[in-house]
């Protein structure tokens, strides 16, 4: 039940892009509202994925996983009934906030659940998971756009969610052992306010800048972001005695620093492979 969340969202981060000239055809998506189709889903889960941890900590694990992903499989039944482009984007932005909610959950219970050689099992089955999602997805999307079931065209890209997540949820409530932290950390809700705000502010002219060529209210919008940004990291400063959304001394490690600068780089150069490599099988010789 627990890799088949992790399933889910890994999926869904990468199916979606073999089925956008379907879904820009069928819906009349600019590109704008293309780019918000990936992005609307990555903002919720950047932003909310620390908050989410620790409302499991809080709260219990099983409990906020299957709240995570009740909400992650009515809006991907959302997504398969959108009209518009409009409606598809913002039941993204929802599946990403249930994404932010349910994942975190994975990795907690796993860790509590196993101990020794089985918890070894547990996390190599994880990272398998991992590997196989991010290949599957963009092949799972052109298979699923092309066979056009049902005369659904791309729609069963997010519908087939729907089945695997009602199984999450009834098998969840049965066979998952509920937990919660001893000493679980106190939210940090201004914290993850700010760093929604700055967050969106400094993508979202990065993204809708180039159609509307780049008029003065997106430089406006970028300062605004990083001055945002700069009362954030102000605030997490502050509270670095009181559970912080970001521990900031974390970064002076070479271990931490050097591992996340590695991570950053692989998502990256991954994202532009799987779009370029898309985008190259799409277009006709």
């Given amino acids: ?4 969340a992790e399933l889910m969202n890994m999926l869904d981060q990468s199916v979606v892009l073999t089925a956008l000239p379907a879904i820009q055809e069928s819906t009349g998506a600019g590109p704008a509202a293309v780019q918000w189709l990936t992005t609307g889903y990555s903002l919720p889960v950047a932003v909310g994925l620390i ?3 620790r409302l499991g900590d809080i709260y219990g694990r099983r409990r906020i996983l299957l709240i995570g992903t009740v909400v992650f499989t009515a809006a991907s039944l959302l997504c398969g009934l959108a009209t518009g482009p409009g409606m598809l ?3 993204r932005v929802l599946q990403g906030g249930g994404a932010a909610v349910m994942i975190p959950q994975v990795l ?3 860790h509590v659940t196993f101990d020794g050689e089985h918890r070894s099992r547990a996390f190599g089955l994880y990272a398998a998971v991992l590997s196989i999602g991010a290949v599957l997805g963009p092949v799972l999307g052109g298979v699923l756009t092309e066979a056009d079931l049902f005369g659904l065209g791309w729609r069963p890209i997010f519908l087939i969610n729907v089945p695997i997540g009602l199984a ?4 969840g409530r049965k066979f998952i052992t ?5 000493k679980a950390e106190r ?4 914290g993850m306010l700010l760093s929604a705000l700055a967050v969106v502010l400094i993508v979202f002219p990065l993204t809708e800048g180039h159609a509307h060529h780049w008029p003065l209210w997106c430089f406006a919008m970028l300062a605004t972001g990083l001055i945002v940004l700069a009362v954030f990291l102000r ?3 502050r509270r670095k005695n009181d559970a912080p959304l970001v521990v900031l001394s974390f970064f002076k490690g070479k271990a931490f620093s050097g591992g996340l600068a590695a991570q950053l780089l692989l998502g990256l150069l991954s994202g532009m492979f799987f779009m370029t490599w898309t985008l190259y099988l799409l277009v006709p010789v």
Wanted: aromatic share 0%.
């Fill in 1 to 4: 039940m627990l890799l088949g």
């Fill in 51 to 53: 908050t989410g941890g």
């Fill in 89 to 91: 984007i913002a039941a």
């Fill in 108 to 110: 907690a219970t796993l």
């Fill in 168 to 171: 999450v949820i009834l098998l």
């Fill in 178 to 182: 509920e937990s919660t932290a001893r």
């Fill in 187 to 190: 939210l940090d809700v201004t």
């Fill in 235 to 237: 605030h997490q400063q």
